[in-house]
């Protein structure tokens, strides 16, 4: 298994807290991360066995008899009445780490989490590998700041520049492990088996979706639309559904990992701003299997090209981030006069614009919308550019290019 940069964070985690909790969606690597953090003596089981799930559900004192602590437990979302037996077990034994769960859906596990393990729990966020990880550099790896001092210490740990194959090559395939590190794996297989595996698992389970092949149709439909403003009128008509069924089938996909909606920055200063997120997939390769690329070459050539190497880039800082046990302040600005950044970073009280751009030549014109920052309610940090360039290089005092091998 390659280093995950997550690893550190976990183990950290478990020193202070009695629960930890990583979410992520099916295969990124959920279960083999705590077993390469955990002790010897860590048991294991999983609610994916319908006999344990069961006992689960019914007796969950028994169950912790018969898997006491230290233990992982598997796919909790399917027995949430386990959490109130977890407090009762680690508010009586004290000591940290005693308990560490995973789960394929974020959001339904919370509200379990909030009413009974407030306090009690570290929840940790698991996407698939990123470039970093995929270089082994993950132990090094530092959330994303357009600063240059983070500039600097990317330059210092960069792979050669990836040309622009291997960059789409890694796009085509996505992140799962089981797909991005074996090449023997036939990509097609991985993602039809993968979605059938979806469907009949997380989302039967989170709801009644009355026909599978509409909700299929839905998420091609999303797929192809990844960067751009969330329409639910559009997708609605789209897939022949009401808004309120889009509504609910975007929360499935947000829940369970498979969507991640940017969010648009917006304030009382400025009234002109837009409010509708962006919607990006957190697994280019599914995108791509969704949207039917049959090859990198056709993807890099075809009419999906930026969009899906801007969500690319998006989903490596979040990565960034979230393997790093954080959470960032992320948003796009777009207002009524149609000035748009692709990306807007909020850190120490300062707003850091970020352009994604497929060019290996970029000019100060694509940062013209920078200098809109400066009416909101924010000072206004250094910018960059991430394109294809094969270094770093300043474009004024206030604006950097850098290239994607650097996230």
């Not at 210092?156 to 089981?178: E, H, M, V």
């Not at 009355?210 to 639910?232: I, M, P, W």
């Amino acid at each position: 298994m390659l280093p995950r940069t997550l690893e550190t964070t976990i183990r950290l985690a478990s020193q202070v807290f009695p629960v930890l909790l990583l979410t992520g969606a099916r295969q990124v690597g959920k279960t083999t991360l705590l077993e390469t953090c955990a002790e010897p003596e860590r048991r294991y089981v999983t609610l994916d066995d319908p006999l344990e799930a069961e006992l689960a559900h019914t007796d969950p004192a028994l169950f912790f008899q018969r898997h006491p602590p230290p233990v992982i437990i598997d796919e909790v979302q399917y027995a949430p009445e386990l959490f109130r037996t977890i407090k009762l077990l680690v508010d009586k034994d004290k000591r940290n780490g005693l308990i560490w769960l995973t789960g394929s859906q974020k959001f339904h596990l919370m509200q379990g989490i909030t009413e009974s393990l407030a306090g009690r729990v570290a929840v940790l966020d698991l996407l698939g590998l990123s470039q970093a990880e995929l270089e082994s550099r993950a132990q090094n790896t530092q959330p994303f700041v357009p600063t240059r001092t983070w500039i600097e210490a990317a330059r210092k740990q960069a792979t050669p520049p990836l040309t622009l194959l291997t960059l789409y090559q890694r796009i085509w395939r996505g992140s799962y492990p089981r797909v991005a590190l074996h090449e023997a794996m036939l990509r097609d297989l991985f993602y039809s088996a993968y979605l059938q595996t979806y469907l009949q698992r997380d989302v039967r389970h989170l709801t009644r979706v009355g026909d599978e092949r509409s909700f299929l149709l839905f998420l091609r439909t999303c797929a192809a639309r990844v960067g751009q403003l969330l329409n639910y009128a559009d997708l609605a008509r789209e897939v022949d559904i009401d808004q309120k069924t889009t509504k609910a089938w975007l929360s499935i996909l947000e829940t369970s990992g498979i969507i991640y909606l940017l969010q648009p920055y917006f304030n009382n200063v400025n009234k002109r701003l837009i409010k509708t997120p962006k919607l990006y997939f957190l697994d280019t390769g599914l995108c791509a299997y969704l949207t039917q690329w049959s090859s990198p070459e056709t993807l890099e050539a075809g009419a999906m090209s930026g969009a899906i190497l801007e969500n690319w880039i998006l989903i490596e800082i979040l990565k960034s981030y979230w393997h790093n046990g954080l959470n960032p302040n992320l948003y796009f600005y777009r207002d009524k006069e149609q000035r748009e950044i692709d990306l807007l970073l909020e850190r120490d009280n300062k707003i850091y614009p970020v352009e994604f751009k497929k060019t290996a030549s970029p000019n100060l014109s694509a940062a013209k919308h920078f200098s809109v920052l400066d009416n909101l309610d924010k000072p206004r940090g250094e910018g960059v550019i991430v394109c294809l360039r094969e270094s770093d290089i300043p474009l004024s005092g206030e604006v950097n290019v850098i290239p994607v091998g650097y996230l």
